[in-house]
């Protein structure tokens, strides 16, 4: 059994289903979903969780999972209303929460109280192993090389409902591709970077990088962009990485993208990598937002990106 796993540090229930396509698009057999722990301390109410993750369960439709119920951090908030909650979310959809009273009656912590200890955690993985052993999923198989794309909303698409949104507009022009979206809202490069482990367990063929608008609306400095994106590169190897230049964003300061688009195209020379070039679009290709591309923007980015892949 291949284990693709998709966790970030501290991440609350918004955060996940931002990203959840990372994992409804993998072609899984079984998923186990383990969300929770840090809402409290990330101001979501249970309510707000019980909402997210019935979003989350709902995209995962059609393929096995196994429920973790969240836990008390030591010292921090009750996690017993989200459980809670979580309970009454499974119900309704006919799925179970996993027991955790076995791994949590002597559950050691590592020292920053944040994490379960190497008991604890072997425990849970015993548990989980057993729970999947009786899972019988079927794994569609993909429809051929596999294709990551990494980005923020320009690529997610958030403002673009399929097929106008720039994966879905990718695969109907290339549906010999696993086209995988693993963009997040808000993303800059330091975050791409520091989920590059989880875009290897990929193992794509190909990666398509679009980074650096966020970079330059947060004030990144250009040189950590530069070695991030370089980093992130490398780090994707073996696949073939393609680069594409950040973009201005017209509801901020449009000309802040300029040195971060320079240092793309410096950087796909200096790797001889291949590069799709966005120069300089007019604030009419954008949606009303001046953030994010419309429908006809984004085809022609997919367009540009298909013919290099």
Do not use: C
């Amino acid at each position: 059994m291949q284990i693709l796993d998709l966790g970030l540090g501290a991440e609350s229930s918004d955060k996940v289903l931002s990203r959840d396509r990372d994992a409804t698009e993998q072609h899984l057999a079984a998923a186990v979903v383990w969300v929770g722990t840090y809402d409290p301390a990330a101001g979501n109410s249970a309510q707000q969780y019980a909402q997210n993750m019935a979003q989350l369960l709902d995209a995962f439709r059609g393929t096995p999972v196994i429920l973790v119920p969240p836990l008390t951090l030591p010292g921090g908030r009750s996690a017993a209303p989200y459980a809670a909650a979580l309970q009454q979310v499974a119900s309704q959809r006919n799925l179970g929460v996993t027991n955790l009273g076995p791994v949590l009656q002597h559950a050691d912590w590592q020292a920053d109280g944040r994490r379960l200890g190497a008991n604890a955690d072997a425990a849970l993985a015993t548990l989980l192993g057993t729970a999947l052993s009786g899972v019988h999923g079927s794994v569609a198989a993909p429809p051929g090389r596999r294709v990551a794309l990494v980005g923020d909303s320009l690529t997610y698409g958030s403002e673009l409902d399929p097929p106008q949104d720039l994966p879905s507009v990718l695969r109907s022009l290339r549906p010999d591709l696993d086209v995988i979206d693993t963009a997040a809202g808000g993303q800059e490069s330091g975050d791409a970077l520091a989920r590059a482990r989880q875009f290897r367990l990929l193992h794509a063929d190909e990666a398509v990088v679009w980074l650096g608008t966020q970079d330059a609306d947060d004030g990144v400095p250009v040189a950590q962009f530069r070695d991030n994106l370089t980093a992130l590169a490398r780090a994707l190897a073996p696949a073939t990485v393609i680069l594409v230049t950040p973009v201005p964003d017209y509801s901020a300061d449009p000309r802040a993208f300029l040195p971060y688009a320079a240092a793309t195209r410096q950087l796909a020379a200096q790797l001889n990598v291949a590069l799709v070039d966005l120069g300089d679009p007019p604030q009419s290709q954008y949606l009303s937002d001046g953030m994010h591309f419309d429908a006809a923007a984004d085809a022609q980015v997919a367009a540009r990106e298909a013919k290099l892949l």
